[in-house]
């Protein structure tokens, strides 16, 4: 294994530890993933499935590093720090919902 991989994997491993809202994110991966295979998804839409989750958990990456900058940088509470947290959350918000659109698409029909 390579340094670089090693201090990625930290990485995942760190931000698991530090942010719960990222477990959740892996957790109802996992669920997603095995409702895929029950519903018999094609490889198509499984990837679709797992495009939206990578979306979703990298946001989520780069949002936990943003607020760990900015908490870095602002050792106190600033107007201009708070914005920049709420933004960055807002991202993970927008690709959470765009995922729930996106996996309502695919279940929906399977469902009905």
């Not at 892996?26 to 998804?41: G, H, M, P, T």
Request: charged letters at 15%.
């Amino acid at each position: 294994m390579t340094k670089s991989f090693k201090y990625a994997l930290q990485g995942i491993i760190d931000a698991l530890k530090s942010e719960p809202n990222l477990s959740v994110h892996f957790l109802f991966a996992l669920l997603v993933l095995i409702f895929a295979y029950f519903f018999e998804f094609s490889k198509q839409e499984v990837a679709i499935l797992i495009l939206t989750i990578f979306f979703v958990i990298t946001f989520e990456m780069i949002n936990t590093a943003i607020e760990k900058l900015v908490d870095l940088h602002s050792l106190e509470k600033t107007e201009l720090a708070r914005q920049i947290k709420d933004i960055s959350a807002a991202v993970v918000l927008f690709a959470s919902i765009t995922s729930i659109i996106i996996a309502g698409l695919l279940f929906i029909p399977k469902i009905i």
